[in-house]
């Protein structure tokens, strides 16, 4: 191993360890090491690409890293949402909600299974943005901690990401590379496609959730009932789902046609909000409450992992993962899935994917075989590994960005808690699932 990628590897080694060594400060860490990775650029062209080198060419390099369809989604759902919560709909959502469930446990569950279900039609940070209130404002109702309810409904939301071509980035790409339109991810060439496997996989993790939460079975009381103040934010959410979908099925969208349709949600909400309330309160009050310091770690962590992979590492471990299976598809898909759960649980799987969607063809173009078993397994690893860790994944790191701004810190032997069992059950589910129905 060269110099060339031992020192991206040894930085983005101590970035993760420090990240998990400071979780209050790891937006600052995380920048800093996208800076270093930015000058490292500077003085080794190789890592950004171009002979030339030069500052104008890293800071170029590094901003084409950024994915700016997910910060402008997320930058957009967040104003959207700060209205959306100021119209009390999270309230009545929420007493509906406990009415309907026996005791706190199955409030939990119930929470649990919506946020999959919104969040296979929609990109999993804006679900965890959107139902995420309604999680405060149960715990609120309960008096209890909200902070294993929201990491609940991050990983839930996380989970079933991958079970629609709209549901998360990672599946847009897979679409791309496999050919698949938005009905292939249900059935695709006569057989159940991968939103079977998300699905069994979510059900799985069901139990988990009820025993971490086996012993708040304290009936629910209400003594309050809120009303909505304003259905036009709720409205405006519910048409932003929408054109995301019918957006999947344009031909020659632009690569950021997500982030600007929840940019554009958030101009009218924003100009509604304006005419209505005569005055720009209501516009300066979203945008205090928009998380920059989630902004600013998860741009950080796309320029580092660009960097990684610009190294040559990821590289690597594709070569790698190809002489440990030996020929054998049952294990290369094996190292496939698993690998991919490792990995993700650190880094962010949309380059990741990225990388190793090209990959996984060439392995199945060698071994003669069709390459969705290793797409799905590909796919369901990378989605759900991110689970494992309070970063892996961008619904996590929003989901404890919110937890933050309303006075919980969260531990990660809190996450490990949830997150290790619940990856464990859903992954295990569509490891099998995939193989027996795929390969």
């Given at each position: 191993m060269d110099i060339q990628m031992l020192i991206p590897l040894i930085a983005f080694a101590m970035t993760y360890v420090l990240m998990i060594a400071l979780p209050k400060v790891r937006h600052w860490v995380a920048a800093v090491s996208a800076a270093?990775?930015?000058i490292w650029g500077v003085v080794s062209a190789a890592l950004w690409g171009g002979a030339d080198g030069g500052v104008a060419h890293a800071l170029k390099s590094a901003?084409?890293?950024?994915?700016?369809?997910?910060?402008?989604?997320?930058?957009?759902?967040?104003?959207?949402?700060?209205?959306?919560?100021?119209?009390?709909m999270p309230d009545v959502m929420a007493e509906?909600?406990?009415?309907?469930?026996?005791?706190?446990?199955?409030?939990?569950?119930?929470?649990?299974?919506?946020?999959?279900?919104?969040?296979?039609?929609?990109?999993?940070?804006?679900?965890?943005l959107m139902i995420a209130p309604i999680g405060l404002a149960v715990a609120k109702q309960l008096k209890i901690s909200p902070v294993d309810m929201l990491i609940c409904i991050s990983v839930s939301s996380n989970l079933q990401g991958a079970a629609t071509l709209v549901g998360d980035t990672t599946s847009i790409m897979l679409g791309g590379a496999a050919g698949m339109n938005f009905m292939d991810f249900f059935f695709f060439q006569g057989r159940m496609s991968i939103f079977w496997a998300v699905e069994l996989g979510a059900l799985a993790t069901v139990p988990i959730i009820m025993f971490i939460f086996r012993k708040q079975r304290q009936k629910v009381h209400i003594t309050v009932s809120s009303k909505v103040e304003d259905v036009v934010p709720s409205l405006l959410l519910t048409l932003n789902i929408v054109l995301l979908i019918v957006a999947s099925f344009l031909p020659n969208m632009p690569e950021t046609i997500n982030g600007i349709i929840c940019m554009a949600i958030f101009a009218v909400t924003a100009l509604y909000s304006l005419i209505r309330n005569k005055g720009f309160s209501g516009i300066a009050a979203s945008f205090r409450e928009i998380d920059y310091r989630t902004l600013l770690l998860l741009a950080s962590l796309f320029i580092i992992i660009r960097g990684v992979a610009n190294a040559g590492v990821l590289d690597l471990v594709a070569e790698k993962m190809v002489l440990l299976g030996g020929g054998n598809l049952f294990v290369i898909y094996s190292i496939i899935v698993w690998l991919s759960v490792l990995l993700s649980?650190?880094?962010?799987?949309?380059?990741?994917?990225?990388?190793?969607?090209?990959?996984?063809?060439?392995?199945?173009?060698?071994?003669?075989?069709?390459?969705?078993?290793?797409?799905?397994?590909?796919?369901?690893?990378?989605?759900?590994?991110?689970?494992?860790?309070?970063i892996g994944a961008s619904a996590n790191i929003a989901a404890i960005g919110i937890l933050r701004k309303n006075g919980y810190e969260v531990?990660?032997?809190?996450?490990?808690?949830?997150?290790?069992?619940?990856?464990?059950?859903?992954v295990l589910t569509g490891y099998l699932y995939i193989w027996f129905v795929w390969a």
């Open positions: 270093l990775f930015i901003a084409g890293a950024i994915n700016w369809n997910v910060l402008m989604m997320l930058f957009g759902t967040m104003g959207t949402v700060y209205f959306f919560i100021e119209s009390k509906k909600l406990l009415r309907a469930a026996p005791n706190t446990m199955w409030v939990v569950v119930l929470l649990s299974l919506f946020s999959g279900f919104i969040s296979a039609f929609m990109d999993n940070v804006a679900t965890v649980a650190f880094i962010d799987n949309i380059p990741y994917v990225a990388t190793m969607l090209p990959v996984v063809a060439v392995i199945a173009a060698q071994m003669g075989v069709a390459p969705y078993v290793l797409y799905f397994g590909l796919l369901t690893g990378a989605t759900l590994g991110g689970n494992i860790t309070p531990q990660n032997k809190q996450f490990f808690r949830i997150g290790l069992p619940f990856t464990l059950a859903a």
